[in-house]
C-alpha cells in the first residue's frame, strides 16, 4: 500500500536505488516550526549544505494525501505557507491519506516515511520529548516511540529545554534507544551547548557511528539512534538567558489553556517572538549544522 501513496522525486529515487548516501528531512519544521518565508528558504538552505557534502536530500511532506520525498516548489511553498496543513505523526498518517489532506511530517512521521523508502539517516532540529509537569499531565512526544521501532538515524542538536531533558533520556532508554552525543562531553539542548547532563555515550568518529548503527540493524534490534550535535558555539545561547524565555513561554502555555499536540508549536512560537528574532537564527545555525553531519554519515553508512 505505501508504495501506492508514496511519490519520490526522480533525483531521490535513483540515489536510493543506487545506494549513494541520502538524507531525509522533515516538514513540520517548515510548517509549524518557523515563519515563511525563513520557513522556505531554510529548508532549501538544508538541501544545498546536504548536496555540498555530497548526499541526496529528501524533504519529506504530504501534498493532497499523497506523500512526497522531495519536495517541488510548489509542494514546498504550500507547506511553508498555509495553515491548515496538519501535523503528522504515526496516528495522523491514515486520516490525512484517506481525505487527501496536506500534511507536515513529525520526527516520528518522518522516519516512518524514510523507512518505507530506505533512506537511512534524517537531519533535523530537536526531537520531541518528555513534557515538562508529565506527574500531571502524561504528555510524551511519539517521536520517543518511533525511535524505539524504526531504523533511522536522527540528527539533532538535543533536546529543547521546554521538555524535561533528564526525562526524556530516561525514557529513551526505557524504550532502549541508543543515544550518542557528537565531539561533546555533555548533552546538548537546542539553544544551548550544556544541557547540565552527561553524556553516557559520546562519539568523536562518525565512522564508528556508521558501524554501530549498522551493527544495531544487523543484529534485528530494530528501532531509531538519536545522535545528538550540539549548536555551533558562535550561534548558541547563554543558559539564563533563554531559560527565562523557556519559563515564560510555559507560563503563557498553562494561561492558555494549550494542550495535546498544539503544545511543541505553541512554545516555539513564543519563544521565536520573546527572543525577537534571534532564537530563530539560532534555530536555523543548528539545523544546517546538523544537515552536515547527517550528510556525512549517511556517506561513512554506505561505506560499510
Ligand atoms: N522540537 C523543536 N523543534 C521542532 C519540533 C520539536 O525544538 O520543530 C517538532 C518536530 O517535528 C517534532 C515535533 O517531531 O515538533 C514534536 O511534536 P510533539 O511534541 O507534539 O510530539
Ligand atoms: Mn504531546
Not at 491519506?97 to 530537536?126: E, Y
Amino acid at each position: 500500500m505505501w508504495e501506492s501513496i508514496i511519490d519520490i522525486q526522480d533525483e531521490v529515487k535513483e540515489a536510493i536505488e543506487k545506494n549513494l548516501p541520502v538524507v531525509a528531512l522533515e516538514s513540520t519544521i517548515i510548517s509549524h516550526g518557523m515563519p515563511y518565508p525563513d520557513n522556505k528558504e531554510t529548508a532549501r538552505q538544508l538541501e544545498g549544505i546536504i548536496r555540498a557534502v555530497g548526499a541526496v536530500p529528501a524533504t519529506i511532506g504530504i501534498v493532497g494525501g499523497r506523500i512526497k520525498v522531495g519536495l517541488g516548489d510548489e509542494e514546498l511553498e504550500l507547506l511553508a505557507k498555509e495553515s491548515d496543513i496538519v501535523k503528522v505523526s504515526r496516528r495522523d498518517f491514515p486520516e490525512v491519506i484517506a481525505l487527501k489532506k496536506n500534511g507536515a511530517t513529525t520526527v516520528a512521521g518522518t522516519m516512518i516515511v524514510a523507512s518505507k523508502v530506505g533512506i537511512k539517516v534524517f537531519a533535523t532540529g530537536g526531537i520531541g520529548g518528555v513534557h515538562r509537569g508529565y506527574d500531571t499531565v502524561l504528555d510524551i512526544s511519539q517521536d520517543l516511540v518511533e525511535l524505539s521501532k524504526t531504523n533511522v538515524a536522527v540528527v539533532c542538536a538535543g533536546v529543547k529545554s521546554i521538555l524535561d531533558i533528564r526525562s526524556t533520556l530516561e525514557y529513551l532508554e526505557t524504550l532502549s534507544v541508543p543515544v550518542y552525543v557528537y565531539q561533546a562531553n555533555q548533552f546538548p539542548a537546542f539553544y544551548t551547548r550544556d544541557s547540565g547532563i552527561e553524556a553516557e555515550n559520546r562519539i568523536d568518529e562518525l565512522g564508528d557511528l556508521a558501524q554501530i548503527i549498522q551493527m544495531k540493524w544487523s543484529l534485528g534490534l530494530d528501532g531509531g539512534v538519536v545522535i545528538a550535535n550540539p549548536i555551533p558555539e558562535e550561534a548558541a545561547y547563554d543558559k539564563g538567558e533563554i531559560s527565562d524565555m523557556i519559563e515564560m513561554a510555559l507560563l503563557d502555555a498553562k494561561a492558555d489553556g494549550i494542550t495535546g499536540k498544539a503544545v511543541t508549536p505553541y512554545l516555539l512560537d513564543r519563544i521565536k517572538t520573546s527572543t525577537e528574532g534571534r532564537s530563530l537564527e539560532a534555530n536555523i545555525s543548528l539545523v544546517r549544522s546538523n544537515a552536515v553531519v547527517a550528510a556525512q554519515l549517511a556517506k561513512k553508512m554506505i561505506n560499510i
